[in-house]
């Protein structure tokens, strides 16, 4: 009787499935759509009757759900409750983790940056490190979901990593988890004149923290050009990318998102700020292969517009929209609903943001000519503003009249 149960379960979900889609559909889709169905309610079915222990048909239909989702793209998925609540502290507070963006890259679970000052960024974890095995479980074929839910846990443990760098250096690194810290922004003033901010990811109190730290920096002295360091910044809220881009622009297009509905076709405009907010001096970007999502979107808009030169690395390349739809009994499902496009008409879905200006991470001589050795890894891995290559080359340039000639302000 109980299995009888469970076969008119998977039938009648085949039905309701069927039915629910077969007005939108043409003929010849719902054909299609009618024998996958009835393929699904006959593994279904087999599975039932054949497998060698006892299954929940609710893991089978859950199951069945993870495999659409993630057959879209990497980004696509199913969360439960827990992940569901996770998700909206990350984006509102702090969390307890290691600190990395990740994401499916070739198949493989990748690094997309660390966030600043956070355990994974202490330890050295870069852009691009390919991640193989978390503890000695292997990530093959595992779902960013499951991959965040291994590398979260309490403050102060431990996790192991098995990373592949450059596709040949292969590291064991060990992380000690800690609370992720929640603010974004820092700010300093180089010298007379120049300021810096470095903006770590974007989260709701981003644009707030940005406006306090542009009205320290103008106080101080008044600002001749500003560097904005969105170097290893994953991204974060797309709100948030829209008010800071705002900040720096009168008019115009900031970010437009394409999808298949209406509802996911907008574009995001500009509005003029009050007169004790218009920051009439250049700005130079840094970003690098970790730039990505939210950070490309600035990055696209202020370069498009001519507000900024873009110097340093071609970003990571992560144009895509995630929209998280809450369902029932406290899950979510989280959807790539549309493309992000630049004001130009430029996706940057796996293209990127190329700079106005190529030029890689390197270190420079100290004050007695010799340079850090390989050994002083602490140097390598966070050089001081003033040892930092890049920004010493975007402040130059903000001093060179002639190489912002282009821009407007």
């Known amino acids: 009787m109980e299995r009888k149960k469970k076969l008119f379960l998977a039938l009648f979900l085949s039905l309701s499935l069927f039915i629910l889609f077969s007005q939108a559909l043409s003929l010849e889709k719902k054909e299609d759509t009618f024998k996958a169905l009835k393929l699904f309610s006959q593994v279904f079915r087999l599975i039932e009757e054949n497998y060698v222990t006892e299954v929940n048909p609710k893991d089978l239909i859950f199951g069945a759900i993870d495999g659409m989702l993630s057959s879209l793209d990497p980004h696509s998925s199913l969360l439960k ?3 569901f609540k996770e998700l909206e502290i990350e984006t509102k507070g702090s969390f307890t983790g290691i600190g990395i963006e990740i994401t499916i890259k070739d198949d493989i679970l990748t690094v997309v940056a660390p966030i600043e000052d956070t355990p994974a960024w202490k330890a050295g ?15 093959k074929g595992m779902k ?37 810290p929640i603010k974004s922004v820092k700010a300093k003033l180089i010298e007379p004149g ?26 101080e002295t008044p600002l001749k050009g500003l560097i904005l360091d969105l170097r290893n910044n994953p991204g974060g809220l797309l709100s948030s990318a829209v008010e800071v881009s ?16 209406k509802d996911n076709q907008m574009v995001f405009r500009a509005t003029p700020n009050p007169s004790d907010r218009k920051h009439k001096y250049p700005l130079v970007i840094l970003i690098n292969h970790g730039s990505a999502s939210a950070s490309e979107i600035v990055t696209g808009a202020l ?20 929209t998280v739809i809450p369902i029932e009994d406290n899950y979510a499902v989280r959807l790539t609903t549309a493309l992000y496009y630049t004001p130009s008409g ?5 293209q990127g943001i190329q700079p106005d200006l190529d030029l890689p991470a390197m270190e420079i001589p100290k004050k007695n000519g010799t340079i850090h050795s390989k050994e002083d890894e602490t140097l390598k891995r966070f050089p001081s503003i003033e040892e930092d290559f890049q920004v010493q080359m975007a402040l130059n340039i903000l001093k060179n009249i002639k190489a912002l000639s282009q821009l407007k302000y």
């Open 303 to 322: 370069k498009d517009h001519k507000r900024a030169l873009v110097l340093g690395e071609k970003s990571f390349g992560k144009g895509s929209v995630q």
């Open 144 to 180: 960013i979901t499951e991959a965040v839910k291994l590398l979260r846990g309490p403050k102060g443990s431990s996790v192991k990593l098995t990373i592949l760098r450059n596709d040949k250096d292969l590291k064991e690194i060990t992380i000690i988890r800690d609370v992720i």
């Open 81 to 83: 409750p827990e992940e």
């Open 246 to 261: 705002d900040e720096f622009l009168e008019n115009g297009t900031i970010v437009s998102i394409k999808g298949k509905n």
């Open 125 to 139: 974890l870069k852009p691009g490190d390919r991640i193989l095995k978390i503890d000695d479980k292997s990530t």
């Open 346 to 350: 430029v996706t940057i879905n796996k």
């Open 194 to 219: 120049y300021g810096y901010i470095r903006i770590s990811q974007f989260q709701e109190k981003t644009p707030a923290e940005l406006v306090e730290a542009l009205k320290k920096l103008e106080s």
